[in-house]
C-alpha cells in the first residue's frame, strides 16, 4: 500500500455537528414546547427504530460539560449545534424568551468557549415549533417566517456578541420534501404547492434574517449563513436525455436554495416550470427585491453520498400530482462502492466536485463542509480488548474525503473547513441509533456512557499535527 500525506491549513476548520433535537433530550421541556420532530414521534413512534427518538437521545442537556470535555479532548476546533426554537421561547407570538433554555444555551456556549471549541450555532434544525405546524401550517405561512425573525431576533440579542457563526437553517428542503413530497413522513400529505411553498419561505425567512444580522451585527468578525444539503449529482451516460434529466433534478433541489441564497436570483425556469404543472407559489415583487439585496456571508454543504441520475424510462400517470420526477428517475450505477448499513454509495470525489461547482458557478463564495460522516449499524462488535470501538472504516472514510476536499483546496476552492457528522452517536429520523455516526460511542445499555472510539483518537492527531495520511489511490489509476 502506497500512502500520501497531505498538509492541513493551519486556519482550517476540523470539528464536529449535532443539532439540538438529536442531541438534548426533553430534560426540563414543558408540554407546550413541542417542535415538529416530538410531534412526529409522539404521533408515530412505531417507525423509530426500537422506539428511541427525541425524549432522551444523549441528554446533552444534562452532560454537556462532559461531552464539551470531550470536544477539547479530542481537539476539535469547532462545534456546531442549534438553539431549539421550540424550547427557546414560551410564547411563539411574541417571543418570550424560556429564561431556563436560554441560561442552558449561553452556559453550552461559555463552556465551549472555556474549552477552546469555537461554537457555531444554527436557528433552525428542523425544531419548527409544533403549535405553529399544527396552527399555521408551519412555513406555509408568512406569519411564520415573521415569526422566526422575532425568535432570530432575541436569539441574537442573547449571544450575538460572542457567537461569530450564525446559520439559519439546517438543510431546509428536508421536511417539507419527506412530509410534502413523498409523503413518507408524518403526518403523510402529498402536496407539491406547499413544499415549493416551504422552500420560499426559507428563503424568504434567510433573507430577512440577513438584513436583522447585518443591521445588528454585535461580533465584529461575525457573519450568517445557511446550511445546505445539495446533490453532487451525476447524469448515467453522456447522451442528451441523461444529461436533462440531471438538469431537472439540479434545477428542483439544488438551485432552489443555493441560487436564492448566494446569488440573490431564482432560476427563472423554475418557477416557469411549477407554472406549466400548475404548482402555485405565493410570492410578491418586493419579498423577490429582498431576497436579493440580503444574500449569505459564506454556506455550509452536508455532503455524504452523490445521485445518479437518468432519463424516464418509465411513464408518468397523468391523474398524479406533480413531482419533480416526472422529469427523472435514479439510476442504479452497477459496482458502485457502498456503505451497506445506510445504503448509501461512498464517492469521495463528490467533495471535489462540489468545491469546484462553488467556485466556478457561485463566485467562489467562502464555505464549508457543515455534516460528512458514515453510519455503521451494531458497531460494539469493534471494540478491542480494552473496550475501545475499531471503526476503522470510519478513518478511511473520513481521510479519503478530507483528501479530496483538501485537494479541491490546493485547486482554489475557497473552503474553510470540515466538520464532521457527528461529534457523538445520536437520534436520526427514525433510524434512531440504528447507525452509528459519531467520533464518540453513546451506550444506551450503561447509562448512556461516552467513550472515544479509535476515530477519535485519529481525528485528534491529524488536528495537532495538522497532517493527513491517507492510501494514496491515484497509483490505481
Not at 436583522?212 to 449563513?225: A, C, M, Q, V, W
Not at 431537472?248 to 436570483?265: A, H, Q, S, V
Not at 439510476?331 to 448499513?341: L, Q, R, T, W
Not at 457543515?370 to 473520513?398: C, P, S, W
Amino acid at each position: 500500500m502506497k500512502l500520501k500525506t497531505i498538509n492541513v491549513p493551519d486556519d482550517f476548520m476540523l470539528g464536529a455537528s449535532l443539532s439540538a433535537w438529536q442531541s438534548e433530550g426533553w430534560s426540563g421541556k414543558k408540554d407546550s414546547q413541542d417542535s415538529y420532530l416530538d410531534l412526529w414521534y409522539k404521533n408515530n413512534k412505531n417507525v423509530w427504530h426500537n422506539g428511541y427518538g427525541p425524549k432522551t437521545a444523549t441528554d446533552f442537556k444534562n452532560r454537556y460539560k462532559e461531552d464539551i470535555g470531550y470536544m477539547k479532548q479530542i481537539g476539535l476546533t469547532h462545534f456546531r449545534t442549534s438553539i431549539n426554537w421550540a424550547r427557546f421561547l414560551t410564547d411563539y407570538e411574541d417571543a418570550t424568551v424560556d429564561e431556563n433554555y436560554a441560561d442552558y444555551i449561553n452556559d453550552v456556549i461559555n463552556e465551549c468557549f472555556r474549552q477552546g471549541v469555537e461554537p457555531m450555532i444554527c436557528l433552525e434544525h428542523y425544531e419548527v415549533p409544533a403549535v405553529l405546524f399544527q396552527k399555521y401550517g408551519g412555513w406555509g405561512s408568512k406569519h411564520v417566517v415573521d415569526l422566526f425573525v422575532k425568535y432570530a431576533e432575541k436569539a441574537l440579542e442573547r449571544f450575538g456578541d460572542r457567537v461569530k457563526h450564525w446559520f439559519t437553517f439546517n438543510e431546509p428542503i428536508v421536511v417539507q420534501t419527506r412530509v410534502y413530497l413523498d409523503a413518507i413522513r408524518y403526518p403523510f400529505e402529498q402536496n407539491t404547492h406547499t413544499w415549493m411553498q416551504w422552500n420560499y419561505h426559507k428563503v424568504l425567512a434567510t433573507a430577512k434574517v440577513v438584513k436583522l444580522y447585518k443591521e445588528t451585527r454585535s461580533h465584529k468578525d461575525g457573519k450568517i449563513g445557511i446550511i445546505l444539503n445539495p446533490a453532487v449529482t451525476y447524469a448515467r451516460s453522456t447522451s442528451a436525455h441523461d444529461q436533462e434529466a440531471t438538469r431537472m433534478f439540479d434545477l428542483f433541489f439544488n438551485r432552489t436554495f443555493l441560487d436564492p441564497c448566494i446569488t440573490g436570483k431564482y432560476p427563472q425556469e423554475l418557477f416557469e416550470l411549477l407554472e406549466k404543472h400548475d404548482v402555485s407559489v405565493d410570492l410578491r415583487e418586493d419579498e423577490l427585491a429582498l431576497i436579493e439585496k440580503h444574500t449569505v456571508d459564506y454556506v455550509g454543504i452536508n455532503l455524504y453520498f452523490p445521485n445518479r441520475i437518468k432519463a424516464r424510462t418509465t411513464g408518468w400517470n397523468p391523474d398524479a400530482p406533480f413531482h419533480p420526477e416526472y422529469y427523472y428517475e435514479t439510476f442504479d450505477m452497477p459496482g458502485k462502492k457502498m456503505n451497506p448499513y445506510r445504503g448509501w454509495e461512498i464517492y469521495p470525489e463528490i467533495m471535489y466536485d462540489m468545491a469546484m461547482r462553488l467556485k466556478n458557478d457561485y463566485c467562489n463564495i467562502e464555505w464549508f463542509i457543515a455534516e460528512n460522516g458514515m453510519g455503521v449499524e451494531n458497531e460494539q462488535r469493534f471494540k478491542n480488548e480494552e473496550g475501545v470501538i475499531q471503526d476503522d472504516y470510519r478513518i478511511d472514510f473520513i481521510g479519503d474525503h478530507l483528501a479530496s476536499l483538501l485537494k479541491a483546496v490546493e485547486h482554489g476552492a475557497n473552503c474553510k473547513g470540515y466538520m464532521l457528522w457527528a461529534f457523538s452517536d445520536n437520534v436520526s429520523p427514525m433510524n434512531a441509533f440504528k447507525n452509528r455516526y459519531g467520533l464518540v460511542s453513546i451506550d444506551l445499555e450503561n447509562n448512556l456512557a461516552r467513550s472515544l472510539k479509535k476515530s477519535a483518537y485519529w481525528f485528534k492527531e491529524v488536528i495537532e499535527t495538522r497532517l493527513l495520511t491517507v492510501e494514496d489511490k491515484s497509483v490505481y489509476k
